[in-house]
Nanobody
Framework: VQLQASGGGLEQPGGSLRLSCAAS????????MAWYRQAPGKQRELVAR???????KVADSVKGRFTISRDNAKNTVYLQMNSLKPEDTAVYYC???????????????WGQGTLVTVSS
């Protein structure tokens, strides 16, 4: 499976961006997909995840502002980001995730991320 994230850029605080992640591979429709982000000097963190059937979960830090969705026909997962804050500045990545009974962890390849910069 190959992943290609896009849609990042420079946005002002309070603005919106929509990220896309195009995946190749026949297992996409059943895979739990997720968006991660990594800010400068910080560890990569899980932002949102979504099952093949569309059940979604977002991190508390972005709840009410970010929405994850997917289009299985297009092998694409999206991250709609509204009310952006400077602390959302990071490189955003998508990947497949799995659950080990305790936590979700990345279980697929890491595609090229897309940089989101929130600044006035």
């Amino acid at each position: 499976v190959q992943l290609q994230a896009s849609g990042g850029g420079l946005e002002q605080p309070g603005g919106s961006l929509r990220l896309s992640c195009a995946a190749s591979g026949s297992i996409f429709s059943t895979a739990v997909m997720a968006w991660y982000r990594q800010a400068p000097g910080k560890q990569r963190e899980l932002v949102a995840r979504i099952t093949g059937g569309g059940s979604a979960k977002v991190a508390d830090s972005v709840k009410g502002r970010f929405t994850i969705s997917r289009d299985n026909a297009k092998n694409t997962v999206y991250l709609q980001m509204n009310s952006l804050k400077p602390e959302d500045t990071a490189v955003y990545y998508c990947t497949r995730v799995s659950y080990n009974g305790n936590a979700w962890f990345p279980s697929g390849v890491w595609g090229q991320g897309t940089l989101v910069t929130v600044s006035s």
